[in-house]
């Protein structure tokens, strides 16, 4: 059975980069898909996957990640994306989605700009 | 904050280094995207025939520690820069020893190269911070819209390190240039093959122009 758990940003907004890591690792740790409100910082993204890295053992081997953006973000003019950077200082990136999945559970996630696609392992012993 | 002062202090050496033109140039990028054949063919053109930076292999995560090469001259249309050539393990956010297996490695082979393979993915991660410039080397037959490019070229783009994109495998068949320059309008980007020598001296001058 393949678990989503839905993160607003709100939950994460006030943490540290660190606690945010942790906090998104866990939840993954317990083979749930996260589907993240927004999006991390691009440090944030490394952060993640360092920690990630630091902590593959037996059962965990690592997460697979994607950010999804609206179309039109890169379609704005300048005076729209002066307006989108400063809302996104102030209350952070809550544009798009993220998705974390754990690499025992999400195969690959597939992203084209038009669509994401998710691909599943089969559990071990199912036919 | 810390980060904050970190990325203020990068940016003001790498414009101080830049302008010193002997820099520290990464090669960065997925696991098996070419990036040792790159590092091997700067060498081989610029060092001589005999000096290579690490071996090639079909088997990921083949490179597993940073090596550095350095003093390196290029000298193209007047134009010459002189770097520490920087070759990095494959970015990876998934690393399972029985992927290893499927190349014929024993158990005890695969786990202690996925140990040292997750140790270089830190590594690389950690030097990031030390890079002037960056070569972003990608495989041009494979989906270029994968997390791992676009969380390397974002945290470039954050920490303010000029980045030249260069798509390798041009030679073959399902590479796709075209699908590269799409996920990337903002970067200069350059076909080659770094295998068989294709393309490589607009490689240099793009290089040039990018540090």
Not at chain 2, 17 to 28: C, D, P, Q, T, W
Not at chain 2, 162 to 171: F, G, R
């Amino acid at each position: 059975m393949l678990t989503l758990q839905f993160v607003a940003y709100d939950e994460i907004a006030e943490l540290s980069s660190k606690r945010r890591i942790n906090k998104l690792l866990t939840i993954v740790k317990k083979n749930s898909v996260v589907l993240l409100q927004g999006q991390l910082k691009p440090t944030e993204e490394t952060a993640l996957i360092q920690k990630t890295m630091e902590d593959i053992s037996r059962t965990f081997k690592g997460i697979e990640l994607c950010t999804v953006l609206p179309e039109s973000k890169n379609k704005q003019n300048w005076v729209e994306n002066a307006k989108t950077m400063l809302v996104r200082k102030l209350i952070g990136n809550r544009d798009g989605f993220t998705i974390i999945g754990p690499a025992t559970v999400v195969k690959e996630i597939k992203k084209n700009p038009q669509k994401v696609e998710l691909l599943i392992k089969k559990a071990r012993g199912r036919k | 904050m810390i980060d904050k002062l970190k990325i203020f202090f990068n940016k003001f050496f790498a414009k101080v280094f830049r302008k010193k033109k002997h820099v520290k140039i990464g090669l960065y990028g997925p696991p098996n995207a070419g990036k040792t054949s790159l590092a091997n063919r700067i060498c081989q053109d610029w060092l001589g025939e005999e000096i290579n930076m690490g071996t090639v292999s079909e088997i990921p995560h083949e490179t597993r520690e940073i090596q550095v090469k350095e003093k390196i001259n290029i000298k193209k249309k007047g134009k010459e820069i002189s770097f520490n050539l920087i070759d990095t393990p494959g970015i990876a956010t998934k690393i399972d020893y029985e992927e290893f297996t499927a190349f014929k490695m024993n158990k005890k082979k695969a786990k202690e190269r996925a140990k040292e393979a997750t140790k270089g993915v830190i590594e690389a991660i950690k030097w990031l911070d030390n890079m002037d410039t960056v070569v972003v080397v990608l495989d041009s037959t494979k989906n270029p819209y994968s997390q791992v490019n676009i969380t390397i070229i974002g945290n470039l783009a954050a920490r303010d390190i000029p980045v030249l994109i260069v798509a390798n495998k041009v030679d073959l068949k399902k590479s796709n240039m075209k699908k590269i320059e799409a996920a990337f309008p903002q970067y200069p980007i350059v076909g080659v093959s770094a295998l068989k020598g294709n393309n490589v001296d607009e490689f240099y001058e793009e290089l040039i122009k990018t540090v």
